[in-house]
T-cell receptor, first 114, second 113 residues
Framework: DGGITQSPKYLFRKEGQNVTLSCEQN?????MYWYRQDPGQGLRLIYY???????QKGDIAEGYSVSREKKESFPLTVTSAQKNPTAFYLC?????????????FGPGTRLLVL | DAKTTQPNSMESNEEEPVHLPCNHS???????IHWYRQLPSQGPEYVIH???SNVNNRMASLAIAEDRKSSTLILHRATLRDAAVYYC??????????????FGKGNQVVVIP
């Protein structure tokens, strides 16, 4: 089935550690996105990529990094510079050529700090 | 940026229709109105979208005001599975062409058996 997968479902980070969240899609979408969601809040955009080897910062990019070496993959690294990383992280993708701009979301990764 | 205003939460009885309002008084002419919903501990899922005309699909209906400054998502017969946070979203016009969607806090819909 076509869709977006995120792994792991739960991730624990120790103090000063970098961790990487995986996002893979087989929808042949050019654009991919990373969002962060805190309890009781909406989604906030971290980074997005419109095409392979290109990405832009979203609203809360500090303490995060991404890469887009392959069309189907958009991993997010939460660095030690992110002082409050505990949150629910959501990856999404869509086809920018479609004007209706529907985004398809993965199941999310919940990051917890030990 | 064009923004939306929704109630924080609503209650509905099971098997009754639910009308979810959304105000977007600063909407621009080319903004599409999108609705997504998010079930607990899951990623959001697309529900419906529209530009000017009312829209229907298997999940819901979208009624758009003539002046486009408000819209209403209609769930025709609420089930317990419809309990979720519903987001009314406009395409972010500040970043034309890159498909950003600005999610607010949404409307928490509670369905009472």
């Amino acid at each position: 089935d076509g869709g977006i997968t995120q792994s792991p479902k739960y991730l624990f980070r120790k103090e000063g550690q970098n961790v990487t969240l995986s996002c893979e899609q087989n929808l042949n979408h050019d654009a991919m996105y990373w969002y962060r969601q805190d309890p009781g809040q909406g989604l906030r955009l971290i980074y997005y990529s419109q095409i392979v080897n290109d990405f832009q910062k979203g609203d809360i990019a500090e303490g995060y990094s991404v890469s887009r070496e392959k069309k189907e993959s958009f991993p997010l690294t939460v660095t030690s510079a992110q002082k409050n990383p505990t949150a629910f992280y959501l990856c999404a993708s869509n086809d920018p050529g479609q004007h209706q701009e529907t985004q398809y979301f993965g199941p999310g990764t919940r990051l917890l700090v030990l | 940026d064009a923004k939306t205003t929704q109630p924080n939460s609503m209650e509905s009885n099971e098997e009754e229709p639910v009308h979810l309002p959304c105000n977007h008084s600063t909407i621009s002419g080319t903004d599409y109105i999108h609705w997504y919903r998010q079930l607990p501990s899951q990623g959001p899922e697309y529900v419906i979208h529209g530009l000017t005309s009312n829209v229907n699909n298997r999940m819901a209906s979208l009624a758009i005001a003539e002046d486009r400054k408000s819209s209403t998502l209609i769930l025709h017969r609420a089930t317990l599975r419809d309990a979720a946070v519903y987001y009314c979203i406009l395409r972010d016009t500040k970043y034309y062409g890159n498909n950003r969607l600005a999610f607010g806090k949404g409307n928490q819909v509670v369905v009472i058996p």
